[in-house]
C-alpha cells in the first residue's frame, strides 16, 4: 500500500505570494492533518480534517487554511508568505480520528521563502 | 504544551539495546502513549503505541509502568541506522488527531 504522498517536494517562494501544498492521504484513511516544523519551534500543529471537516485548529494565523476533499486528499495554503514562513510541512493520515488509529506521515513539503 | 519529559540526547552501541525513556506523569485514561522517530528531517516514523499493556512488534517494544506516569521504549538490538529523534507523545484517545511533539531524544548509535 502506498504511504502518504506530498507534492511539492520543495518549493522556493517569494515574500508576499501564496502557496498552496498538496497531500494524499493513505488509500482508506479519512483523517488528515498537518504540521509546521522549524528549527526554533519544532513540530507543531497546524490543523487537522476529517471526512472534509476540520476538526481542530492550531495556534496559527488566519493565513495558514486548509481543506479536504471528498477523495480524503487535502491541501493547505498559505497566503502572503513572510519569511518566517520557511518550514517542513508534513502530513499525516489515519484511518480515523483518535488514538485508536495509528497516524502516519509523509516526507514533508520544503518551504523557502525569499 | 507537551506532556512529556524526555532526556535531550543518549548513545548507544551498535548491537546493544537503546532503552528510551519517557515521564508522562499526567497522562489520563483516555489517553495513549505514542513513539514516532525522525530521521534527519524526513517525516516522523510511527513506531509503537500503547495504552496501559506492553507492546511488541518488529521495530520495538514499548513498557508502560503500572501507574502509566512513565514508559520506555526498547530498540532490541540498535544499528547505525536508529539514530534519529525519539518522541514520546500521549495522544488522545477519541475525536482528534492532534500530536503536541516535544523536543524528543536524540539518538546516537555508534559503532
Known amino acids: 500500500k502506498a504511504g502518504v504522498t506530498q507534492t511539492p517536494r520543495y518549493l522556493i517562494k517569494t515574500r508576499g505570494q501564496q502557496v498552496t501544498l498538496s497531500c494524499s492521504p493513505i488509500?482508506?484513511?479519512?483523517?488528515v492533518s498537518w504540521y509546521q516544523q522549524t528549527p526554533g519551534q519544532g513540530l507543531q500543529f497546524l490543523f487537522e480534517y476529517f471526512s472534509e471537516t476540520q476538526r481542530n485548529k492550531g495556534n496559527f494565523p488566519g493565513r495558514f487554511s486548509g481543506r479536504q476533499f471528498s477523495n480524503s486528499r487535502s491541501e493547505m495554503n498559505v497566503s502572503t508568505l513572510e519569511l518566517g514562513d520557511s518550514a517542513l510541512y508534513l502530513c499525516?493520515?489515519?484511518?480515523?480520528?483518535?488514538?485508536?488509529?495509528?497516524?502516519?506521515f509523509g516526507p514533508g513539503t520544503r518551504l523557502t521563502v525569499t | 504544551d507537551a506532556k512529556t519529559t524526555q532526556p535531550p540526547s543518549m548513545d548507544c552501541a551498535e548491537g546493544r539495546a537503546a532503552n528510551l525513556p519517557c515521564n508522562h506523569s499526567t497522562i489520563s485514561g483516555n489517553e495513549y502513549v505514542y513513539w514516532y522517530r525522525q530521521i534527519h528531517s524526513q517525516g516522523p516514523q510511527y513506531i509503537i503505541h500503547?495504552?496501559?499493556n506492553n507492546e511488541t512488534n518488529e521495530m520495538a517494544s514499548l513498557i508502560i509502568t503500572e501507574d502509566r506516569k512513565s514508559s520506555t521504549l526498547i530498540l532490541p538490538h540498535a544499528t547505525l541506522r536508529d539514530t534519529a529523534v525519539y518522541y514520546c507523545i500521549v495522544r488522545a484517545r477519541y475525536n482528534t488527531d492532534k500530536l503536541i511533539f516535544g523536543t524528543g531524544t536524540r539518538l546516537q548509535v555508534f559503532p
Open positions: 500503547g495504552l496501559k
Open positions: 499525516a493520515s489515519s484511518l480515523g480520528a483518535g488514538g485508536t488509529y495509528e497516524q502516519y
Open positions: 488509500s482508506g484513511h479519512r483523517s
